[in-house]
């Protein structure tokens, strides 16, 4: 799935506002208010003297113009105007989104039914550690995905798209799925049956169950015209020889450094089955809350 972030398209977008406005900033701050402070000075220098001129000779001065000459003087241009007001609120917004939550929209349906297209989500970007942003380089330790956490990375096959997965595997984990059922580290995933679930989108009915994968129980769906894997659709990607596959069966050992992904809607979903493990690098961050559905409001709580 991928994400349709909601503050532009890239951070470093914001990167630039936020550089050329602090730069404008302190540029008018250091230099430019001086100079204009010199100028106003020596306008009113040059006033007062004339004034005292004027009445030395008798003549009674007008002051009522000192203070408008002085203002006007020291008034900012407008572009340093708007630079110095914008500044301030981009660079909260950037260090927000890079450093502590960032907002995406849900625009496709491989996480339903626990994220539905138009949900509007909330992403906890220092959950798994401090990062760069950007480069996204990890410069704090924090914490580590876990398994059933539902996590935003970097696709690995395009960095600069952002997908959003549940965690099925951590390193050294023994990932197997056979028949629709996940079998973890030799322990066979918890599954209880619940009523069917109608698809919004496609008015079909999928097989809906509780999956409690390492003490998280969350929704997942199947559909029974569908194979437990399309083998066409599977990509070479790193560390593929960690993976066997079969029309029913596969079983992957997860690579140090890196996280097996798979959506809720398991036969709708492209993830880690077909296009590889997800790199610690590519971590963006935890999603954590629904926070609107435009179309729905009853949406809006905790993502489990």
């Known amino acids: 799935m991928n994400l349709q972030p909601i503050l532009g398209n890239f951070a470093l977008i914001l990167f630039v506002l936020m550089v050329i406005t602090g730069v404008i900033w302190c540029l008018d701050v250091f230099v430019l208010a001086k100079q204009r402070r010199r100028a106003a000075d020596a306008a009113l220098r040059e006033y007062d003297a004339r004034n005292a001129k004027l009445q030395a000779e008798g003549i009674k001065p007008d002051t009522s113009k000192r203070a408008e000459i002085e203002q006007g003087i020291l008034r900012q241009p407008v ?4 630079s110095g007001s914008f500044f301030p ?80 595997g951590v390193p050294g984990d023994k990932i197997t799925y056979e028949n629709k059922r996940l079998t973890v580290n030799g322990k066979p995933v918890e599954y209880t049956p619940l009523d069917d679930y109608l698809d919004d989108q496609h008015p079909i009915y999928h097989k809906q169950f509780m999956e409690n994968l390492a003490g998280v129980p969350h929704r997942i769906l199947n559909t029974d015209n569908k194979r437990t894997l399309d083998l066409g659709a599977v990509e070479n990607f790193p560390h593929r020889e960690a993976c066997e596959y079969t029309y029913d069966k596969f079983t992957c050992i997860v690579p140090e450094g890196n996280y097996f992904m798979m959506g809720d809607n398991r036969d709708n979903s492209a993830d880690s089955r077909y296009w590889g493990f997800v790199p610690d690098k590519n971590i963006v961050g935890k999603a954590i809350v629904v926070w609107m559905n435009f179309g729905n409001p009853k949406r809006i709580g905790g993502i489990q």
């Open 79 to 82: 572009w340093i105007e708007y």
């Open 89 to 168: 609120v981009i660079a909260l917004v950037f260090v927000l989104r890079s450093f502590l939550w960032e907002p995406f929209k849900i625009p496709s349906s491989s996480m339903v039914p626990t994220l539905l297209v138009g949900d509007f989500i909330l992403v906890n970007k220092y959950a798994y550690g401090i990062r760069l942003p950007i480069v996204n380089q990890k410069i704090i330790e924090i914490g580590d995905p876990q398994r059933g956490d539902v996590m935003v990375f970097k696709y690995p096959k395009d960095m600069s798209q952002d997908y959003i997965k549940r965690v099925v």
